[in-house]
């Protein structure tokens, strides 16, 4: 399972929320607000829920240690190159994959 964000908990931001909410959602519907006030709430239920999928089954969830330098659409090649830079390294010390693998070949 791979994950996009680091092991941590979502800021609240509260305030900013408000004035988010007061400014640019005010005229939206009850349910949109809701579904954007909820944002960090869902996000650590979200979070729960897959370490709990975790110990259920044989699966290893790969995740960077830090913040990811770009974002869901960036065009800045080296900020591409650091993101992808950043992945490989967290993936290659991953000491739990490569328990996995073990596994996985012990098991064959």
């Given at each position: 399972?791979?994950?996009?964000?680091?092991?941590?908990?979502?800021?609240?931001y509260?305030?900013?929320?408000?004035?988010?909410e007061?400014?640019?959602?005010?005229?939206?519907?009850?349910?949109?607000?809701?579904?954007?006030w909820?944002?960090?709430?869902?996000?650590?239920?979200?979070?729960?829920?897959?370490?709990?999928?975790?110990?259920?089954?044989?699966?290893?969830?790969?995740?960077?240690?830090?913040?990811?330098?770009?974002?869901?659409?960036?065009?800045?090649?080296?900020?591409?190159?650091?993101?992808?830079?950043?992945?490989?390294?967290?993936?290659?010390?991953?000491?739990?994959?490569?328990?996995?693998?073990?596994?996985?070949?012990?098991?064959?």
């Amino acid at each position: 399972m791979i994950l996009t964000r680091p092991a941590k908990e979502l800021p609240k931001y509260i305030f900013l929320r408000k004035i988010l909410e007061f400014l640019w959602i005010r005229n939206e519907s009850e349910l949109v607000k809701k579904a954007i006030w909820d944002m960090p709430k869902n996000y650590e239920k979200d979070r729960k829920e897959i370490l709990e999928y975790k110990k259920r089954n044989n699966v290893v969830i790969i995740q960077p240690k830090k913040e990811l330098p770009i974002g869901r659409i960036g065009l800045k090649v080296n900020l591409l190159k650091k993101t992808i830079n950043q992945g490989y390294e967290d993936t290659i010390n991953h000491t739990e994959l490569e328990d996995f693998f073990k596994r996985c070949e012990t098991s064959v």
